[in-house]
């Protein structure tokens, strides 16, 4: 059953919440007394000078110079230093979201005070993960405001619906404003405080419009503050660009405590939300969600990303993400071409797709120096373990020669310049995952114990991985993966 949200109204109102008290900061702000010492300026260009004049040496006016009372230094306001222990210390405290794998991505939980960015391209699903999050901290007790500068109330309240969101403890603000947003928070005091998007606030008294570096770093900056004075959580969304580089989150990601990323391929269902920065817990930690008609789901993606069908130019690596390891289908395409030989790689390291290439022909002996090369993993996953080195010149060694990698391999190994094969780290997480996708035999270096059912192929150069691949000059065609 669906519940709809409380009439907030598009006043800014907002039921449905107990006012809270600010939270002890457990420090003293001490008042700095500030020493008064006279100086002049003029009236008319603002000339500063030393000591009065009858005439302004800048302007040339006469009679426009004037005293005026500075403080020696501007009144500040100091911190007395307590015990790191003393009591209001902020306690370890984490609330779970009501999503057991946002929560392992975040380390535990959202710990209150914090600030997390949630940073996506537009469409990707940033605004119904909040809104998931959103409702069940509402349903477990937990007061949530929603300020929204991009969706109508009527809007969100229909997605909440269909979400099968309940609103009872969530109240919706309409806000552009960064001091409304300000005030509304310090006057409900929710546990979570959800910014959709970062983008769309604006400080009235800032430059530039909404979206602009300086606008979305005083927003930022802003709500970092009444993060840690009032002990709120705050989520922040941010809208990237599909290469991840749009100046907004990218510029803020030093004043936010975690950066999440959501990201997935728009045209299929499949999400996935990797931990960058974070204060509380690892970096690197990923959950993967599938976007359906009732929002997202949970789901894992175990075998997901590899489709077991023996293909020229298609090659499995063991990617690390965190402390799990995922099987990823690695594909590589070769063309062929009379102008410069274009490079292209999505979602792999796009240095290392070259580095790669140029190691292989270089050190394995597969010419594919002059071609077109293009490279990609499956499912709009981005990969940026280097251990996927090994994958991806199993790829191309698979689409040089229209070989497809024997069945049931997988490719674990970081690529030297000299062609040597690194051995990787967490190998066991590497074999359970490749063991979960059904895969046999892995390619890898150095000396890690198989799993049940899964077989090392040991490596020690990159041509010891590519041997199914020799075939007699001049039968190089173009091969590309489905
Ligand atoms: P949205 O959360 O609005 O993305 P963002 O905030 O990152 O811009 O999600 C937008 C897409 O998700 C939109 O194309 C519709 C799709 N979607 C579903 O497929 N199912 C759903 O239940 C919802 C809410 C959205
Ligand atoms: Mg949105």
Known sequence: ??????????????????????????????????????????????QQLARWAGRCPGCGGWGTVEEVRATGRAPSIGVAPVALTAEGAAPDERVA???????????????????????????????????HVLGSLAGSGHPCLLVSGEESRAQVASRARRLGVAGDALSFAPGRELPAVLDAARATHPFLLAVDSIQTLRDPAGPQMPGGVSQVR??????????????????????????????????????????????????????????GKNRFGAEGETAWFEMGAAGLRAIDPSGLLVSNQRVPGAAVALAQAGRRALAVEIQALIGSTDGPARRQ????????????????????????????????????????????DLAVAAALASASTSTA??????????????????????????L???????????????????????????????????????????????????
């Open 97 to 131: 979201s009501g999503l057991p794998d946002l929560d392992r991505v975040l380390g535990g939980g959202l710990v209150p005070s914090s600030v997390v960015l949630l940073a996506g391209p537009p469409g990707i699903g940033k605004s119904t993960l909040l809104l």
């Open 218 to 275: 005083i927003c930022t900056d802003a709500l970092a503050g009444l993060a840690k004075e009032e002990g709120i959580a705050v989520v922040l969304t941010g809208h990237v660009t599909k290469d991840g580089d749009l100046a907004g989150p990218r510029a803020l990601e030093h004043a936010v405590d975690v950066v999440l990323a959501f990201d997935g391929d728009p045209r299929s269902g499949l999400r996935v939300l990797s931990g």
């Open 432 to 482: 359970a995952a490749a063991r979960a996708a059904g895969c046999s035999v892995v390619f890898a270096s150095g000396s890690s114990h198989a799993v049940e059912g899964v077989r090392i192929h040991p490596v020690h150069h990159v041509r010891d991985a590519l041997g199914w691949a020799s075939r007699p000059a001049g039968t190089r065609s173009r091969a590309v993966a489905s």
């Open 405 to 430: 990698p024997p069945a049931g391999a997988a490719f674990v190994g970081e690529v030297a310049l000299t062609g040597l094969v690194r051995p990787a780290a967490s190998m066991p997480q590497r």
């Open 1 to 46: 059953m669906s519940r709809t949200l409380p009439p907030g109204g598009d006043t800014g109102r907002l039921d449905g919440l107990v006012l809270g008290a600010p939270v002890s900061e457990g420090v003293a702000r001490v008042a700095a007394v500030a020493k008064v010492r006279v100086a002049f300026a003029c009236s008319a260009c603002s």
């Open 345 to 388: 790689a999505t979602g792999i390291d796009p240095r290392r797709f070259q580095l790669v290439a140029a190691v292989l022909d270089r050190a394995a002996g597969f010419p594919v120096g002059r071609a077109e090369l293009f490279g990609a993993a499956s499912g709009g996953v981005r990969v940026d373990d280097p251990a996927c």
